[in-house]
């Protein structure tokens, strides 16, 4: 059975109190589609109002620290943002991996730490451009997959996240059949990490997933849903991704 799809925002460093209005939008345009699920990751200086504005809506967050509290200047715990709002947070994003330096080992202890406080995590894995031209992109992500995967992990609070790097944010998307491929290889690398829940861990597709080529992406085998950061800074982008996942 095919798994609900789950359609999440990631507004990376974007948003000020102007813009919860568009998240109550969001959140307004996510209840008229009840077969799918919705979240929205805005900067944490968002997520306490936000939450406080769409009861009953998901809001995440787009990262938390391993540890549970501590002489860690400038960061935030996985409790402190679940006391905020947030059900869920993203971790491991390319961006992170990238300018934070952020390892595998480092994303599977924030995503135990995410399990700890109650929080929904949603693990990013995705190749370079120059890893998927020297034909490494499945190993790659396996390995970060296999890397970043937290012990005793199941369906209800993991989700995979596969984001082609150089698709992200640069409105190139790979053939249908390298999603296809890519996802079936994430579904089988999480049958030998977790056995026979497997097949309930949604997989999301992100990078430069919008309106127009949502309807396709969303269609391919495996594919649970998407990880959207340019098209789900507003209703008016995002509802057509919403409805396409609808309607798969
Ligand atoms: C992302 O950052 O997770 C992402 C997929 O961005 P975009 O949709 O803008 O490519």
């Not at 995967?149 to 053939?175: C, H, K, N, Q, S």
Request: charged letters at 20%; aromatic letters at 4%.
């Amino acid at each position: 059975m095919a798994n609900r799809k789950y359609i999440v925002g990631n507004w990376k460093m974007n948003g000020l109190r102007a813009q919860l209005s568009d998240i109550a939008d969001i959140a307004a345009l996510a209840e008229t589609h009840e077969g799918v699920d919705v979240a929205i990751c805005p900067p944490v200086t968002l997520i306490a109002q936000a939450a406080e504005n769409t009861q009953g809506f998901k809001i995440g967050a787009q990262d938390c620290h391993f540890a549970i509290s501590g002489a860690h200047t400038g960061c935030l715990s996985a409790e402190m943002i679940r006391e905020a709002g947030a059900t869920l947070t993203i971790l491991g994003h390319s961006e992170r991996r990238t300018d934070q330096h952020e390892t595998d080992a480092e994303v599977k202890a924030k995503a135990q730490a995410a399990h700890s406080a109650g929080l929904g995590a949603i693990i990013c894995v995705g190749e370079t451009e120059q890893e998927r031209d020297a034909g490494k992109a499945i190993d790659i992500v396996c390995g970060q997959l296999a890397g970043s995967f937290p012990e005793g992990a199941d369906a209800d609070w993991l989700t995979i996240a596969y984001e082609p790097v150089w698709a992200i944010g640069t409105g190139r998307v790979p053939e249908v059949s390298d999603v296809e491929e890519m996802h079936a290889a994430i579904r089988s690398q999480l049958a030998q990490l977790m056995g026979d829940g497997a097949g309930a861990v949604r997989i999301l597709y992100g990078g430069s997933m919008n309106g127009s080529n949502a309807a396709q992406l969303l269609a391919v085998a495996n594919v649970d849903g998407g990880l959207v950061g340019g098209a789900s800074l507003t209703a008016e982008k995002f509802g057509p991704i919403i409805k396409a996942a609808a309607e798969a």
